[in-house]
């Protein structure tokens, strides 16, 4: 230790640690090379580029196609996670997904996870919404859509799905914006079955913007989303022949105590606050569609109040805020 250098090393080093953001929900546990754990799906050549290091992927859309890739394995629960950028400008009928899903496999049966964010003409801002099914649930959407709180083309920010044994949350950064608790009532609607994550950039003119009022505009491509430090945390299995094992007890119970799962006061306020502002559609809240609403739903009687029958808020919204012009409204009361 005598050694000037070795000292100056250890410096340094001490530096550094007190310099890394500690460990918290912001730096998840695995990150995974793009060559280690995933296969692209469509896109070709051309389509999905992918950086030296592995760790970045470019997705582009263009007049000829989008790109896709999925992970090569099937996991039973665990922590899905990518830093993501969308495409900036006008981005009108197009739909990055990020999701986790089944369906391959179970085509009548398939569960799943959803982010879609949904593009938007030029100076609209981007929306997204996140979704759920189980065991091929598809007559019973579980539907929530959301504005953000940034504008998630100019930087890169983290995207998380954690799906354990008795719920599931979705993440943005580290704000927690949905937990669906586990209700026995739920059966199985709730996912159960090892599922792959997926990441996709599609042309979906008919429906996404205005409910397809708004086209891909080709003029303005290839439209690109990056995607970064993917994660895949979780048991992997083979959903035919581990369906009924229990080799993924232990990885049940690993991601039962990752900090993903424990929800601090802080983050709850903060789910609270952003359901209050961002939130501007909930099937929980939509009793025309679900006169009694699901089992899993909790109805927070300060949304129940802000929104109408529909599941929308209504026009004279209490929380709008810069940002969310009642014009914003306006549009979203157009909406299919
Ligand atoms: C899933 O759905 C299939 C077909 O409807 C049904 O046969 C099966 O029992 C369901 N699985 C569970 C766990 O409920
Ligand atoms: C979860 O968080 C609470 C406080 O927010 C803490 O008391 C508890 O020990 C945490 N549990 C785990 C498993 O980290």
């Known amino acids: 230790m005598n050694d000037p250098l070795s000292k100056t090393t250890v ?4 530096l550094l640690l007190l310099l890394l953001p500690p460990l918290s929900a912001a730096s998840p546990p695995q990150i995974i090379s793009f060559q280690k754990g995933f296969t692209q799906l469509f896109g070709g050549n051309t389509n999905l580029l992918r950086s030296d290091d ?3 992927v470019h997705l582009h859309l263009n007049q000829y196609t989008g790109a896709g890739f999925r992970s090569s394995n099937m996991y039973n629960h665990g922590l899905f996670s990518a830093r993501i950028k969308l495409p900036s400008e006008y981005t009108a009928g197009i739909v990055v997904a990020f999701y986790t899903s ?7 049966t398939h569960d799943e996870l959803d982010f879609e964010f949904l593009g938007n003409i030029k100076g609209k801002p981007w929306r997204f919404q996140t979704n759920l099914y189980g065991n091929g649930s598809t007559s019973r959407g579980r539907e929530e859509r959301y504005t953000l709180w940034f504008d998630p083309s100019k930087s890169y920010h983290r995207y998380t799905i954690l799906w354990t044994s008795s719920k599931i949350i979705f ?3 580290e704000v927690p914006i949905r937990e669906i608790l586990r209700s026995p009532e739920m059966g199985s609607d709730f ?9 996709t950039i599609w042309d979906a003119s008919t429906w ?4 397809g009022k708004y086209k891909v505009n080709y003029k303005y491509a290839p439209f690109v989303t990056e995607m970064t430090d993917l994660v895949l945390h979780g048991c992997i299995s083979n959903p035919i022949q581990d369906l ?6 232990q990885m049940d119970q690993q991601l039962e105590t990752i900090q993903y799962n424990n929800i601090t006061r802080k983050q709850k306020s903060a789910m609270k606050r952003f359901r209050e502002k961002y939130m501007y559609y909930s099937y929980c809240y939509d009793t025309l569609r679900y006169p009694v609403p699901p089992p899993e739903c909790v109805i927070d009687p300060l949304l129940r109040q802000q929104f109408k029958e529909t599941g929308r808020p209504r026009r004279h919204h209490r929380h709008s805020r810069k940002g969310l012009s009642s014009q914003m409204y ?7």
Request: hydrophobic share 30%.
């Open 11 to 14: 410096c340094i080093s001490l």
């Open 54 to 56: 592995g760790n970045t």
């Open 102 to 108: 089944n369906g391959d496999v179970f085509e009548k």
């Open 171 to 173: 993440y943005i950064d």
């Open 191 to 199: 996912p159960s079955k090892p599922m792959a994550l997926y990441a």
């Open 208 to 211: 996404a913007t205005n409910g």
């Open 244 to 249: 009924v094992t229990d080799t993924c007890m």
């Open 330 to 336: 306006d549009d979203i009361e157009d909406e299919d």
